[in-house]
C-alpha cells in the first residue's frame, strides 16, 4: 500500500537513528515509496546527513536557518508533499516538545505545518520510557490523531534491558502500510 505514496521521515537525537538508512531503503525499494527527510541538529550526531542524503537519493533538512538560502519554506513543502510522516526514534526530548507545541527545529517545524497522518516510533532507555511525563506526552498526541508504533523490549545502547529499545523495521513498515491504507489515492494526473 505504500507504493506511490510519499513518506517524510523526521529523524532526532537518538542511538537508534542509525536504523533509518536501511528502513528508508526498504520503503524506497521494496515498497516503491517517495521518500524524503528532515533531520533534527542532534540528529547529526547520531548519522549523517550525507548518508540519509544517500539513502533517499535527494537532499536532506538539517537546519532551520542553515538550509534557508536553498528553501526556506522547506518546512511547508515537505508537509505538502507529505502523504505519510514518520518520525524514528522519537525521542523523549522530541515527543516533550511536540506534546507542547513547540516548533524550533526542522522535524518539529515539519509537524506544525502538516495535515498527513503521522507515526511516531519512540526510542529511548527504558526508565525513560516508563516515565510518567513521556507517557501523558504520548497520550496528548494521540489524542490529536498521532500513531505510535510502541517501543519492544530488548538490549539498549547502555547495557540493560528493558522496554525502549525502537521497533524492529518490519513492525515499523506495518504501522505505516495500515495507516497508508486508510488514505485515499491520489488520482493520476
Known amino acids: 500500500m505504500l507504493a506511490g505514496r510519499t513518506v517524510v521521515v523526521g529523524i532526532t537525537g537518538g542511538v537508534a537513528a542509525h536504523y533509518l538508512p536501511e528502513l528508508i531503503g526498504q520503503l524506497r525499494f521494496r515498497h516503491m515509496a517517495s521518500v524524503y527527510a528532515a533531520m533534527t541538529p542532534a540528529a547529526t550526531h547520531f548519522?549523517?546527513?550525507l548518508t540519509i542524503a544517500a539513502s533517499i537519493g535527494g537532499s536532506v533538512w538539517t537546519g532551520v536557518f542553515a538550509d534557508a538560502?536553498?528553501?526556506p519554506l522547506a518546512h511547508i513543502h515537505l508537509a505538502r508533499l507529505a502523504d505519510l510522516v514518520l518520525v524514528?526514534?522519537?525521542t523523549f526530548d522530541f515527543i516533550g516538545k511536540?506534546?507542547?507545541g513547540?516548533?524550533?527545529d526542522p522535524v518539529t517545524l515539519l509537524l506544525a505545518a502538516t495535515t498527513a497522518p503521522v507515526l511516531l516510533a519512540p526510542a529511548m532507555h527504558d526508565t525513560m520510557w516508563a516515565n510518567p511525563?513521556?507517557?501523558r506526552n504520548l497520550a496528548t498526541l494521540q489524542s490529536i490523531g498521532y500513531q505510535v508504533v510502541p517501543p519492544e523490549?530488548?538490549?539498549q545502547?547502555?547495557?540493560d534491558v528493558g522496554v525502549g529499545r525502537i521497533a524492529n523495521i518490519g513492525a515499523i513498515l506495518t504501522a505505516l502500510n495500515n495507516l497508508s491504507e486508510t488514505l485515499p489515492r491520489r488520482s493520476q494526473e
Open 153 to 155: 523490549t530488548g538490549l
Open 133 to 135: 511525563t513521556v507517557q
Open 47 to 49: 548519522v549523517t546527513p
Open 88 to 90: 524514528a526514534p522519537a
Open 157 to 159: 545502547a547502555t547495557g
Open 69 to 71: 538560502e536553498r528553501d
Open 98 to 100: 511536540v506534546a507542547a
Open 102 to 104: 513547540l516548533a524550533d
